[in-house]
């Protein structure tokens, strides 16, 4: 996924380059595409079979992060698209697995340097204007 005319690249995949491993694919490819389910080291690693001190071995490894890290740039990766199709921030936290709209907020100021709002009238001009949303949602 690349965007066009030399804007900026946020996307995930972009910055993760796949396993080697089928294992920890199968876990990457879990939580990119179900970023919304309560993924835990525990739930990950009973999902190859491994312990979680093994599942965090086989990040650091082969995507020099750890599960957490991993679990939380796919959900930052995913609201940051649901933002920039016009949804509004409380339903972003909802659908992108973060337990509350100001756990999202919290991520966004420390890995972006902006507020979900903050990022979503950013990039309402790219979609043309903002598509709406209440200003509870917009906190």
């Known amino acids: 996924m690349q965007r066009p005319g030399g804007?900026?690249?946020?996307?995930?995949?972009?910055?993760?380059?796949?396993?080697?491993?089928?294992?920890?694919?199968?876990?990457?490819?879990?939580?990119?595409?179900?970023?919304?389910l309560p993924h835990t080291a525990g739930s990950l690693a009973a999902h190859i079979g491994v312990s979680p001190r093994h599942l965090a071995r086989m990040f650091t490894a082969e995507?020099?992060?750890?599960?957490?890290?991993?679990?939380?740039?796919?959900?930052?990766?995913?609201?940051?698209?649901?933002?920039?199709?016009?949804?509004?921030?409380a339903e972003a936290a909802r659908a992108a697995g973060f337990g509350s709209s100001e756990t999202m907020r919290r991520i966004f100021v420390a890995r972006l340097g902006v507020s979900p709002s903050g990022y979503r009238a950013r990039f309402a001009t790219a979609?043309?204007?903002?598509?709406?949303?209440?200003?509870?949602?917009?906190?």
């Open 7 to 36: 804007q900026s690249q946020f996307s995930a995949p972009l910055e993760v380059r796949p396993p080697r491993t089928p294992a920890l694919r199968s876990v990457v490819d879990l939580v990119a595409a179900q970023p919304q």
């Open 63 to 89: 995507l020099d992060t750890t599960p957490a890290k991993f679990v939380e740039q796919i959900r930052l990766e995913h609201a940051k698209a649901l933002l920039d199709s016009g949804r509004g921030v």
């Open 127 to 139: 979609r043309g204007g903002d598509r709406g949303g209440t200003a509870a949602e917009s906190r």
